[in-house]
């Protein structure tokens, strides 16, 4: 294999002779155009990268990426439906008060805040039963 | 290394240390880096080095290395430099090239960048410094075949390209 690869590239050779004149002068062009070594630096050991500082500037994935979720996230924010305002708090009333106004058939909810004892009470109301304060009954 | 000894073997291969780097890297920043880092690692080495010719060869294998790693740690490409090569470059060899010269350099430039680090490697090798297949499989540290396909693949591909380009 590698004679015959050695055949094919030697007819390649050939064939590219004017091309590799061309890279030859290419290459002798850039050499012309090589900047000035900082040899002052280098012998003092304080030889600074440049390129990082460009490079500074170019597209970074990892960059990007949060990027984009920082967007996302920030639309998702901005643009979410708006949530259904929080309902007003319902009075507070005293197990009296609370019982006159379910006999009298004036309440709709009833909400219990303490929830030490039991008791059935009767009443048209739309709420059936209520949790009430033990003591209170 | 004293300054002076130092000073001329800067002037003497930045040159071409430059010119291997921006054929593999085809960055001039990038190039320009990799020619301060390879100058910096032969004034730290350069005690290990016994010979002017040692340090001839050492430096071209450096370049090529570091240059080749170069490009495994800087994927993108730099804006910048694109810009400045392709838009504000001009031929600055006091205009005595050709019209069609030029035209064949641009798109010989093109026709490298299509190339991968490795495959400009070995036509700088093969084509520049003239090197045998072995030499250039113990620079790049890899087989013969390598080389070999390698090789035929770049020149093949830069042909094509150009053939396109003309017609």
Known sequence: ?137 | MDSSTFDRLVKETKGWVFATAYHILRSRAEAEDVMQETFLALYTHYDTLDSKEAVYRWLKTVAVNKSLNATKRNVFVELEDFVAERVFSTPDDGGERSVYADQMMERLQEGLDKLSPEHRAILLMREIEGLSYEDIAAKMDCGIGTVMSRLFYARQNIRKFLERKNT
Do not use: C
Request: proline share 7%; hydrophobic share 50%.
């Open chain 1, 1 to 137: 294999m590698s004679e015959l690869m050695k055949q094919k590239l030697a007819a390649q050779e050939r064939d590219f002779a004017p091309l590799s004149d061309l890279l030859k002068r290419k290459f002798e062009l850039d050499a012309a155009r090589a900047p000035e070594v900082d040899i002052a630096a280098i012998m003092a050991g304080t030889l600074k990268k440049r390129a990082p500082q460009r490079r500074r500037l170019l597209f970074r994935p990892a960059l990007a990426v949060t990027l984009l979720l920082l967007l996302t996230a920030a639309a998702a924010l901005l643009y979410r439906p708006a949530l259904a305002p929080e309902e007003a708090p319902l009075p507070r009333l005293t197990f009296d008060d609370a019982e006159r106004l379910i006999n009298a058939n004036k309440l709709e909810k009833v909400t219990i805040l303490y929830q030490s004892g039991r008791a059935d009470i009767q009443t048209d109301a739309p709420v059936p039963m209520v949790w009430v304060r033990k003591g209170e009954n």
